[in-house]
Every structure is written in structure tokens, then in C-alpha cells.
């Protein structure tokens, strides 16, 4: 394939202070792809969405978008340029209303008219309706699985190119996870989103997924289709730990 990724990372090194997590990740994703980022606790993960999101500096290394690099933007002119980050633990306004919690999804695009943030509002209305009955309900008071809806809601708001999704199964029920990552499917089919789901449920993202590709201790050690990846029982017990094994069977 000679077709320019949507999301390029080359050689991505980052990490706190001296010390470095990230040791010169490289990752592509095409247009419509969903790609899983798997590995165990520590492995870098959330480390890697911060750095693409542009919420960490990276050191060294590039992300490009399309081609152009936006590895030095920051992350309020990213979310403009399509990259938008669903952070770990959704971070919901909870004194807000749903619907006042979607409009900030809005925040970056200052040139944006109080019409186009209401049609907006309406257009992700159509793909969370639950949203849409709740909406003058405060965000505090929804549940864990509503919770983590409108976090991705607020994301859809800014009609990312690549959406990153840090963990949205994690502490639901069952049954919510399999909705939410029904969910993250639908935003790829109905809306064309290219997704970077980072999941500890390795077999419900293997489902969803394209492609995967695996961290280990900050770097990539593995990566490939899902479906093979799906079919090897060595990648989770070399690599997923122990948790994530259990999560497979
Ligand atoms: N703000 C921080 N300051 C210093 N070290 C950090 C910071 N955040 C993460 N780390 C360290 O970076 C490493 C990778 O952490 P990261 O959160 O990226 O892992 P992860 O793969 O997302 O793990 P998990 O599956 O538990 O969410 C860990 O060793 C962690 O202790
Ligand atoms: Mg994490």
C-alpha cells in the first residue's frame, strides 16, 4: 500500500521528567481503520494516546497527520486539526448538564457560530439517543456505561479524524461492554471515525479491530491482524499478562 496513513507515528520516544516510557514507537493507521493497542499494566499505552494527543511533548520521534507533522501542536490545536483524546476514567463534568458537557466537545473551534454547535449537538444526539433523553440531566449522576457514552459523545462533537479511546470497557458490566465497543464500531461504519482503542479487554477490541498492535514495556513488539493476533494463544500469554489472559478465554 503506497496510500499515505491517516496517523503516522515514527519513532516516538517520550516519557516524565528523565525518564523515558515510550522507546521509538512507530505505528500507522489508514483512514477507517479501527486498530487495537494492547498490553499489560505499565506497558505505555496511555503514555503513547497522551503523546499522539499532543498532552505530552514528545522527545523524539514524529506523529504525523496525513502526511503533515503535528507532533509539536499541543492539544487544543490538535483536536481542531481532528485528533481527539477520550481520556482513561472519562472525566465527565459532573455539576454539568449532558448536554452542556457535549458543547465543550466544541471548546477548540472558536470560529464556530452557536448554530453550528446546536446542529452539531443534534447530529451526535442521532448516534446516542439516551444522550438525548438525559440531556438536562447533570453528568454526575449517569451511570458508569452512560458516563463513558458521553465522554465519547463530548469526543464526537469535535468530528474527529482519529478518535482515541483510552480504555472505555473499563469498569463496566458486561453487557455495557459489549455496547460500548458495538458503539466505537458504529462511529467507523455510520461516521467514518479511524479509531486507536486502547483496551484491556483484549478479546472484545480484537473483535472490533483491524489490526493490533501490542506494547511491551514501551516498545512495540508485536502488531498484525486482529483475527491472527485473536488466534495466537502465545500473543496474551507473552505478552498481555496474566489480567488481560483472563480476559481472553
Ligand atoms: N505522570 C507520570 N509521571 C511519571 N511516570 C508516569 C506518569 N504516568 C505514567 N507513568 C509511568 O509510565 C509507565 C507507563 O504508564 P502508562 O500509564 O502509559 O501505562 P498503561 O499501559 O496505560 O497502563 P494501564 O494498563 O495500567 O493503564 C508506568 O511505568 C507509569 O508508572
Ligand atoms: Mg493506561
Known amino acids: 500500500m503506497s496510500q499515505v496513513p ?8 517520550a516519557g516524565y521528567g528523565r525518564v523515558d516510557v515510550l522507546h521509538e514507537v512507530s505505528l500507522d493507521i489508514q483512514e477507517g481503520e479501527i486498530v487495537a493497542l ?3 499494566n505499565g506497558a505505555g499505552k496511555t503514555t503513547l494516546l497522551r503523546a499522539i494527543s499532543g498532552l505530552l511533548a514528545p522527545k523524539s520521534g514524529s506523529v504525523r497527520l496525513r502526511g503533515e507533522e ?3 501542536l499541543g492539544a487544543e490545536r490538535l483536536v481542531e486539526r481532528g485528533i481527539v483524546h477520550v481520556p482513561e476514567h472519562r472525566q465527565v463534568f459532573g455539576t454539568l448538564t449532558v448536554r452542556d458537557n457535549l458543547l465543550l466537545g466544541t471548546y477548540a473551534f472558536r470560529r464556530m457560530s452557536k448554530r453550528q454547535r446546536l446542529e452539531r449537538l443534534e447530529e451526535v444526539y442521532t448516534l446516542f439517543p439516551l444522550l438525548k433523553e438525559r440531556q438536562r440531566q447533570l453528568g454526575g ?36 461492554v459489549r455496547e460500548v465497543l458495538e458503539l466505537v464500531r458504529r462511529l467507523r461504519d455510520e461516521w467514518g471515525t479511524t479509531v486507536l482503542l486502547v483496551e484491556q479487554n483484549v478479546r472484545g477490541a480484537l473483535r472490533i479491530a483491524d489490526r493490533a498492535y501490542v506494547l511491551q514495556t ?25 489480567h488481560s489472559s483472563a480476559a481472553v478465554r
Not at 483475527?227 to 499478562?241: H, K, N, R
Request: charged share 15%; no cysteine.
Open 6 to 13: 491517516l496517523l503516522s507515528v515514527h519513532n516516538l520516544t
Open 38 to 40: 494492547l498490553g499489560a
Open 70 to 72: 503535528v507532533g509539536h
Open 141 to 176: 449522576t449517569l451511570s458508569g456505561g452512560q458516563q463513558q457514552m458521553l465522554a465519547i459523545g463530548r469526543a464526537m462533537m469535535a468530528k474527529p479524524a482519529v478518535l482515541l479511546l483510552d480504555e472505555p470497557s473499563l469498569g463496566l458490566s458486561p453487557l455495557m
Open 218 to 242: 514501551g516498545r512495540v513488539v508485536l502488531h498484525g491482524r486482529a483475527e491472527e493476533l485473536a488466534g495466537d494463544p502465545s500473543v496474551q500469554e507473552s505478552y498481555l499478562g496474566k
